[in-house]
């Protein structure tokens, strides 16, 4: 740990010497940015152009930016609905210039209903800004997901999974939306190893929003949360490539001549084997993760659209093991197990999306949407592995001369692991979507009617052997330890509308919005209609001070869709109804200027009243539902984001959240327990820095810190998941140079000319190289007595890697 603090210290001086060195190369900027009858302009983005670099206005129009000093560079104006401002300058150093700038609302007619008072429809939604996921350092798991792993009331202790758990919800709690239309992941991934790319491509992506909950009626059933990921429409010819040790990207966006066709397509590869190469579980890694994507529009007319979207993923995950050595325990008590492997596995997973849309708006005031989509996955997971154990305990006296080494044998023992897995899943939809604005009122309402078929077969089981007896022991026969064996076929429809209503109320005291809405769902599986009334409420006092008040409640009942019906013997419990969640949320933001900058202080306090859960246990990112068990449960707490330019000109931002959730089962005797993702603390940090006068040297850093969640032993009962596993503590560090962009002197070949920006990024993954656990291996010794080999994540790796844009 002593090496770890130094380099962390190391890190640190040595980038405030270059700060201070180079505090002399800044300048100032300032002024007010208004419209063209003068009246100011709030949240405007005032940027340095090719550098990320810039900040915004407040409620006055008024701004401040350091820039760097003695250089050419472009200062640009922007704000959604008004055309864009550049200015060209050249300051001295330590020189203050006021620029006071007027945009010009925009002619352009817009190709889908927009709100121009952001303030309108904001409700819960988080905004951010996509440029953000070329910045951050990220293990290969997606960029928007890594950014969304930063944000208060999201948690995640795996940094080879894309997916986070949201103020006490698990995995399939999470809504995501990529042009309207969800998204499913794969249902076999059992690990985060074999999980691969998400499905989010963020060359492609134009908007983020993110939703922690108290989401409105628009969005569909789900407890947690909702990732609103809007696709670029092209207005011109771009493109950019990426390499790096993890893998690779590339894509290409253009627009025809005439305006009316454009598309954007991406392929994207991913290998795991350099990261992977480090666990504990040494073998021969094979992962080979591809992805293809493409949204297309054509313009038909100025108030008709078509667009397809189209996804085609596959994820191969070879693995030959041989070995594993873990040393675990405490300083009072430390044990060592070595086991050796035969076998392999083998996994296979295929998914594809295609979706169809009609997009009609006759003004800016109504837009009518129209989705057709279709959605496929083959998954296929087989194995025969073979492991042989010892478990020894080791010398802990530092003044013996074998300290560390093993003093006595606690158990041998053998475990086969086989299985023959097989899942074949379709949902095919059609939908409708519509909006309308009025100068008061937002109307939001929609319809779908959704076909689901499943194909489910498992055969899986496990043999475990300890000291010459197989558990569980029987005198007569060799009994397996574990076994499912099912086939089961699941064929059902889904009906879903919604309306909401987002009112604008007149009061003198400042802006006050209600949004109301009603969700109805039913399902033919298991003939179980829902319905579902939500509320939120938004204020802006006219205060000195910036201020927003936040108010929602509602009801969020997510029926079951698959695995949410099985037990873990694999059978089918069709008279599982919906897990039903009450939420009420209350939050402010409070704008404040802190070093002549922008800041903004977000909290939150949030209470979940749960009924109807389908109790689970987590082992990696595999969820096993216990179908035949029903609890009832609560999950509060409070989140906190202070976010702003901790540097002059460059946003960062910290997280801490607190949460309990627990859950008693029905029936059981034991009363209320934790919930597998009752994680006490969380806080997480995404921090950027530049050289200043020379900002095409940057530094992003991302941290987090969770505490510890509660575990069991296998197929244990659901009270005795109390064990908890150490904190997750975890800093990614990325540093890059910008080689060339738009304003840079560098001399280029004719190979280069096309080049807009090209940046080299070092990263060190998990820079302190700290072993996190993401779930346990169970031994029995020769006594009978468990114990729990934690499997490790991944230890400290250097990535390099090119990013060119054109």
Same mark, same amino acid.
């Given at each position: 740990?002593?090496?770890?603090?130094?380099?962390?210290?190391?890190?640190?001086?040595?980038?405030?010497?270059?700060?201070?060195?180079?505090?002399?190369?800044?300048?100032?900027?300032?002024?007010?940015?208004?419209?063209?009858?003068?009246?100011?302009?709030?949240?405007?983005?005032?940027?340095?152009?090719?550098?990320?670099?810039?900040?915004?206005?407040?409620?006055?129009?008024?701004?401040?930016?350091?820039?760097?000093?003695?250089?050419?560079?472009?200062?640009?104006?922007?704000?959604?609905?008004?055309?864009?401002?550049?200015?060209?300058?050249?300051?001295?150093?330590?020189?203050?210039?006021?620029?006071?700038?007027?945009?010009?609302?925009?002619?352009?007619?817009?190709?889908?209903?927009?709100?121009?008072?952001?303030?309108?429809?904001?409700?819960?939604?988080?905004?951010?800004?996509?440029?953000?996921?070329?910045?951050?350092?990220?293990?290969?798991?997606?960029?928007?997901?890594?950014?969304?792993?930063?944000?208060?009331?999201?948690?995640?202790?795996?940094?080879?999974?894309?997916?986070?758990?949201?103020?006490?919800?698990?995995?399939?709690?999470?809504?995501?939306?990529?042009?309207?239309?969800?998204?499913?992941?794969?249902?076999?991934?059992?690990?985060?190893?074999?999980?691969?790319?998400?499905?989010?491509?963020?060359?492609?992506?134009?908007?983020?929003?993110?939703?922690?909950?108290?989401?409105?009626?628009?969005?569909?059933?789900?407890?947690?949360?909702?990732?609103?990921?809007?696709?670029?429409?092209?207005?011109?010819?771009?493109?950019?490539?990426?390499?790096?040790?993890?893998?690779?990207?590339?894509?290409?966006?253009?627009?025809?001549?005439?305006?009316?066709?454009?598309?954007?397509?991406?392929?994207?590869?991913?290998?795991?084997?350099?990261?992977?190469?480090?666990?504990?579980?040494?073998?021969?890694?094979?992962?080979?993760?591809?992805?293809?994507?493409?949204?297309?529009?054509?313009?038909?007319?100025?108030?008709?659209?078509?667009?397809?979207?189209?996804?085609?993923?596959?994820?191969?995950?070879?693995?030959?093991?041989?070995?594993?050595?873990?040393?675990?325990?405490?300083?009072?008590?430390?044990?060592?197990?070595?086991?050796?492997?035969?076998?392999?596995?083998?996994?296979?997973?295929?998914?594809?999306?295609?979706?169809?849309?009609?997009?009609?708006?006759?003004?800016?005031?109504?837009?009518?949407?129209?989705?057709?989509?279709?959605?496929?996955?083959?998954?296929?997971?087989?194995?025969?592995?073979?492991?042989?154990?010892?478990?020894?305990?080791?010398?802990?006296?530092?003044?013996?001369?074998?300290?560390?080494?093993?003093?006595?044998?606690?158990?041998?023992?053998?475990?086969?692991?086989?299985?023959?897995?097989?899942?074949?899943?379709?949902?095919?939809?059609?939908?409708?979507?519509?909006?309308?604005?009025?100068?008061?009122?937002?109307?939001?309402?929609?319809?779908?009617?959704?076909?689901?078929?499943?194909?489910?077969?498992?055969?899986?089981?496990?043999?475990?052997?300890?000291?010459?007896?197989?558990?569980?022991?029987?005198?007569?026969?060799?009994?397996?330890?574990?076994?499912?064996?099912?086939?089961?076929?699941?064929?059902?429809?889904?009906?879903?509308?919604?309306?909401?209503?987002?009112?604008?109320?007149?009061?003198?005291?400042?802006?006050?919005?209600?949004?109301?809405?009603?969700?109805?769902?039913?399902?033919?599986?298991?003939?179980?209609?829902?319905?579902?009334?939500?509320?939120?409420?938004?204020?802006?006092?006219?205060?000195?001070?910036?201020?927003?008040?936040?108010?929602?409640?509602?009801?969020?009942?997510?029926?079951?869709?698959?695995?949410?019906?099985?037990?873990?013997?694999?059978?089918?419990?069709?008279?599982?109804?919906?897990?039903?969640?009450?939420? &009420?949320? %209350? +939050?402010?933001?409070?704008?404040?200027?802190?070093? =002549?900058?922008? *800041? #903004?202080?977000?909290?939150? /306090?949030?209470?979940?009243?749960?009924?109807?859960?389908?109790?689970?246990?987590?082992?990696?990112?595999?969820?096993?539902?216990?179908?035949?068990?029903?609890?009832?449960?609560?999950?509060?707490?409070?989140?906190?984001?202070?976010?702003?330019?901790?540097?002059?000109?460059?946003?960062?931002?910290?997280?801490?959240?607190?949460?309990?959730?627990?859950?008693?089962?029905?029936?059981?005797?034991?009363?209320?327990?934790?919930?597998?993702?009752?994680?006490?603390?969380?806080?997480?940090?995404?921090?950027?820095?530049?050289?200043?006068?020379?900002?095409?040297?940057?530094?992003?850093?991302?941290?987090?810190?969770?505490?510890?969640?509660?575990?069991?032993?296998?197929?244990?009962?659901?009270?005795?998941?109390?064990?908890?596993?150490?904190?997750?503590?975890? &800093?990614? %560090? +990325?540093?890059?140079?910008?080689?060339?962009?738009? =304003?840079?002197? *560098? #001399?280029?070949?004719?190979? /280069?000319?096309?080049?807009?920006?090209?940046?080299?990024?070092?990263?060190?993954?998990?820079?302190?190289?700290?072993?996190?656990?993401?779930?346990?291996?169970?031994?029995?010794?020769?006594?009978?007595?468990?114990?729990?080999?934690?499997?490790?994540?991944?230890?400290?790796?250097?990535?390099?890697?090119?990013?060119?844009?054109?």
């Amino acid at each position: 740990m002593k090496i770890h603090l130094r380099l962390l210290l190391f890190f640190v001086f040595s980038w405030t010497s270059l700060q201070l060195v180079a505090q002399s190369n800044n300048a100032t900027i300032f002024g007010v940015v208004s419209d063209e009858n003068g009246h100011p302009l709030e949240v405007a983005n005032v940027s340095i152009k090719n550098f990320p670099i810039g900040t915004v206005t407040d409620r006055k129009g008024e701004y401040l930016l350091r820039i760097p000093a003695k250089k050419r560079i472009t200062i640009v104006y922007s704000l959604i609905g008004y055309e864009k401002v550049e200015r060209i300058i050249t300051a001295r150093e330590e020189e203050k210039l006021e620029i006071n700038i007027n945009l010009k609302e925009s002619l352009e007619q817009l190709e889908e209903v927009e709100v121009t008072r952001q303030r309108k429809d904001n409700g819960n939604i988080t905004r951010i800004d996509p440029n953000f996921t070329d910045a951050i350092p990220d293990a290969a798991t997606g960029g928007v997901e890594a950014l969304i792993k930063t944000l208060p009331g999201v948690s995640s202790n795996n940094e080879l999974s894309s997916q986070y758990s949201v103020r006490g919800g698990n995995f399939d709690e999470n809504l995501v939306y990529v042009n309207d239309i969800e998204i499913y992941r794969p249902f076999l991934v059992r690990a985060g190893q074999q999980e691969g790319l998400s499905f989010i491509n963020s060359d492609m992506v134009s908007t983020i929003e993110f939703s922690a909950g108290g989401f409105q009626a628009k969005y569909g059933d789900k407890m947690a949360s909702v990732l609103d990921i809007k696709y670029r429409k092209p207005i011109e010819f771009k493109g950019s490539v990426s390499a790096s040790m993890l893998g690779g990207s590339v894509h290409f966006e253009d627009i025809t001549a005439n305006k009316k066709l454009s598309y954007i397509a991406g392929v994207r590869y991913k290998t795991n084997s350099y990261m992977l190469g480090g666990l504990d579980e040494e073998g021969d890694y094979d992962p080979r993760f591809t992805d293809m994507q493409t949204y297309i529009t054509y313009k038909f007319s100025d108030k008709f659209d078509l667009s397809f979207l189209g996804n085609l993923a596959q994820n191969q995950y070879n693995f030959v093991p041989k070995t594993r050595k873990t040393t675990f325990g405490t300083y009072q008590e430390a044990y060592n197990t070595t086991i050796y492997f035969e076998g392999q596995e083998r996994d296979n997973f295929v998914t594809m999306l295609g979706a169809l849309s009609a997009n009609y708006h006759p003004n800016n005031d109504l837009n009518l949407k129209f989705i057709a989509s279709a959605f496929k996955t083959k998954e296929e997971e087989n194995y025969d592995i073979l492991g042989q154990y010892y478990l020894n305990q080791l010398e802990q006296n530092p003044v013996s001369e074998n300290v560390g080494d093993s003093v006595l044998n606690l158990g041998v023992g053998t475990f086969l692991n086989h299985a023959r897995n097989k899942l074949d899943a379709r949902v095919y939809s059609i939908s409708h979507k519509g909006a309308y604005n009025s100068d008061s009122h937002l109307l939001n309402w929609g319809a779908k009617f959704q076909y689901e078929k499943v194909d489910d077969r498992i055969n899986e089981w496990e043999l475990r052997d300890s000291t010459g007896y197989s558990i569980p022991y029987s005198d007569e026969v060799v009994l397996l330890y574990r076994t499912v064996n099912t086939d089961n076929q699941m064929n059902s429809t889904r009906i879903t509308t919604y309306f909401q209503d987002t009112y604008e109320v007149p009061i003198s005291t400042g802006e006050l919005y209600l949004t109301g809405g009603l969700r109805a769902h039913y399902w033919s599986y298991n003939k179980e209609f829902l319905v579902s009334p939500r509320l939120s409420a938004s204020y802006y006092p006219e205060w000195n001070a910036d201020f927003f008040f936040r108010f929602s409640v509602g009801s969020y009942q997510q029926p079951a869709f698959f695995k949410e019906l099985k037990d873990r013997n694999g059978t089918i419990y069709p008279e599982v109804k919906a897990q039903k969640s009450t939420q &009420i949320v %209350l +939050g402010s933001d409070y704008i404040f200027r802190a070093w =002549d900058r922008p *800041f #903004k202080l977000t909290s939150e /306090l949030f209470y979940k009243h749960l009924s109807h859960l389908v109790p689970y246990q987590v082992d990696n990112v595999q969820i096993r539902y216990l179908a035949d068990q029903e609890s009832k449960g609560y999950a509060a707490g409070m989140d906190f984001k202070i976010n702003g330019e901790f540097v002059s000109g460059i946003q960062s931002w910290a997280s801490v959240s607190l949460l309990q959730t627990k859950e008693d089962i029905l029936g059981d005797g034991h009363g209320y327990i934790p919930r597998p993702t009752d994680q006490k603390l969380n806080f997480s940090v995404f921090f950027q820095d530049y050289l200043p006068g020379n900002p095409t040297y940057k530094v992003h850093l991302s941290a987090f810190y969770g505490t510890r969640l509660p575990v069991g032993p296998p197929n244990s009962e659901r009270y005795q998941d109390t064990f908890r596993m150490p904190p997750y503590r975890r &800093i990614d %560090l +990325g540093i890059s140079k910008v080689l060339i962009s738009t =304003d840079s002197s *560098f #001399k280029r070949g004719n190979m /280069l000319n096309k080049v807009k920006d090209m940046w080299l990024s070092l990263e060190v993954l998990n820079l302190l190289g700290i072993n996190n656990t993401v779930s346990y291996f169970w031994v029995t010794s020769n006594h009978g007595d468990m114990f729990a080999v934690p499997n490790y994540l991944t230890n400290r790796k250097v990535n390099l890697k090119l990013t060119i844009k054109f």
